[in-house]
């Protein structure tokens, strides 16, 4: 799906430009373009993965200190988000559970799937490569194609393996720095921490 996400946001039909002088209303336009565009989110999603790790391997934090006013746009923006959560988890009656593991797919998608289908698509529109894909019928046996389920390793596997133990990695170098620089050091590193810990729980599902 991502990859034909890629293809249609290349295509004349692209609803970026398509379907003007009434074809399209405004809230179909902007429905669709979301859903051709999302592979791309895979790309800043990498390096939020990333960053951490290397925040932590290298001493180094991107985010710098924050003033008052700073802090508290940033408390509203989380406070925010998580609102919106709630808010959601009333309208749809969905879990809390089953939340939680749609975020974490979308995190081992986005790192993953999304990741290659960006890449893919580039290659067949841009540079002719042909990539082929299977669509499997929805309405066969289970046993016919019991075989897609089972785990088998991928290059797709790659990312996402290699993030969470670039994550593990920098948490243990974190950890072992703050303990033979002191006290003092421990102040920064629980920042870091947070967003080292925030990647590896997402992508958690690797660990088993």
Same mark, same amino acid.
């Given at each position: 799906w991502a990859l034909g996400s890629i293809e249609i946001l290349l295509s004349h039909h692209c609803p970026l430009w398509y379907g003007y002088g009434g074809k399209l209303k405004l809230l179909e336009r902007l429905a669709y373009i979301n859903t051709i565009v999302y592979p791309f989110t895979s790309i800043p999603l990498l390096a939020y993965c990333t960053i951490p790790a290397v925040c932590l391997l290298t001493g180094k934090f991107i #985010?710098?200190?924050l003033n008052n006013?700073?802090? #508290?746009w940033f408390l509203a923006l989380f406070i925010s988000i998580i609102a919106t959560s709630v808010l959601e988890l009333r309208w749809s009656g969905v879990s809390i559970q089953d939340l939680w593991r749609n975020e974490q797919f979308w995190v081992i998608g986005g790192v993953s799937a999304h990741l290659f289908a960006v890449?893919?698509?580039l290659l067949k529109v841009l540079g002719g490569v042909d990539t082929n894909f299977t669509v499997t019928s929805k309405t066969a046996d289970d046993a016919e194609f019991g075989e897609l389920y089972l785990f088998k390793w991928t290059t797709l596997l790659i990312p996402p393996t290699t993030l969470i #133990?670039? !994550?593990?990695?920098?948490?243990?170098?974190?950890v072992s720095d703050a #303990? !033979? !620089?002191?006290y003092g050091s421990w102040g920064p590193l629980f920042g870091k921490l947070f967003f080292a810990f925030w990647v590896i729980v997402h992508l958690y599902p690797f660990l088993k």
């Amino acid at each position: 799906w991502a990859l034909g996400s890629i293809e249609i946001l290349l295509s004349h039909h692209c609803p970026l430009w398509y379907g003007y002088g009434g074809k399209l209303k405004l809230l179909e336009r902007l429905a669709y373009i979301n859903t051709i565009v999302y592979p791309f989110t895979s790309i800043p999603l990498l390096a939020y993965c990333t960053i951490p790790a290397v925040c932590l391997l290298t001493g180094k934090f991107i #985010i710098p200190t924050l003033n008052n006013l700073a802090s #508290i746009w940033f408390l509203a923006l989380f406070i925010s988000i998580i609102a919106t959560s709630v808010l959601e988890l009333r309208w749809s009656g969905v879990s809390i559970q089953d939340l939680w593991r749609n975020e974490q797919f979308w995190v081992i998608g986005g790192v993953s799937a999304h990741l290659f289908a960006v890449f893919q698509g580039l290659l067949k529109v841009l540079g002719g490569v042909d990539t082929n894909f299977t669509v499997t019928s929805k309405t066969a046996d289970d046993a016919e194609f019991g075989e897609l389920y089972l785990f088998k390793w991928t290059t797709l596997l790659i990312p996402p393996t290699t993030l969470i #133990i670039l !994550n593990m990695v920098g948490v243990v170098a974190g950890v072992s720095d703050a #303990i !033979n !620089n002191g006290y003092g050091s421990w102040g920064p590193l629980f920042g870091k921490l947070f967003f080292a810990f925030w990647v590896i729980v997402h992508l958690y599902p690797f660990l088993k």
